[in-house]
């Protein structure tokens, strides 16, 4: 049985069907639960495997507390990092994010601390960081 790592991120996406479509189809998202709403349309929770990490997201539910998904293009507090094997595949994953959606934040360079980096903004508002050895 494949265990969460000790520390995962839980964002607040709306849609969130959506946003398990886009990370499914950008990062090779894996669905592990999926819980949806007693409305019929929400998702109360989900865990998407996404690079060997534990994703988890949900639709916001204002009824129950004081959470909202970010505005798109409004400033995050917190980003996701993706660590990958090699420079081509932040290349990809950058190329295709950008292609169904995302906005380049960094475009894909060879970073003076060592690696090939580059972020994106989905299509949700929240940040992710590709890294890769910029040797590899």
């Known amino acids: 049985m494949l265990e969460r790592p000790r520390v995962a991120p839980y964002l607040t996406v709306s849609p969130a069907l959506a946003a398990i479509a886009f990370y499914t189809n950008v990062f090779g998202a894996q669905q592990r639960a999926l819980m949806p709403a007693l409305d019929g349309v929400r998702i109360m929770h989900c865990e998407l495997i996404i690079n060997g990490g534990s994703v ?21 507090t917190m980003s996701v990092s993706l660590e990958y094997d090699n420079k081509q595949q932040v290349d990809d994953v950058f190329a295709k994010a950008t292609s169904l959606g995302a906005k380049g934040d960094t475009q894909p360079t060879n ?24 040797g590899s």
């Not at 988890?56 to 995050?76: C, K, N, S």
């Not at 601390?113 to 949700?124: C, E, H, L, Q, S």
Request: net charge neutral.
């Open 56 to 76: 988890m997201l949900a639709d916001a539910f204002p009824e129950f507390g004081q959470t909202r998904p970010p505005i798109p293009g409004e400033p995050v």
């Open 111 to 134: 970073s003076f601390w060592g690696t090939r980096f580059a972020v994106i903004r989905d299509p949700f508002g929240h940040r992710w960081m590709l890294n890769a050895p910029a």
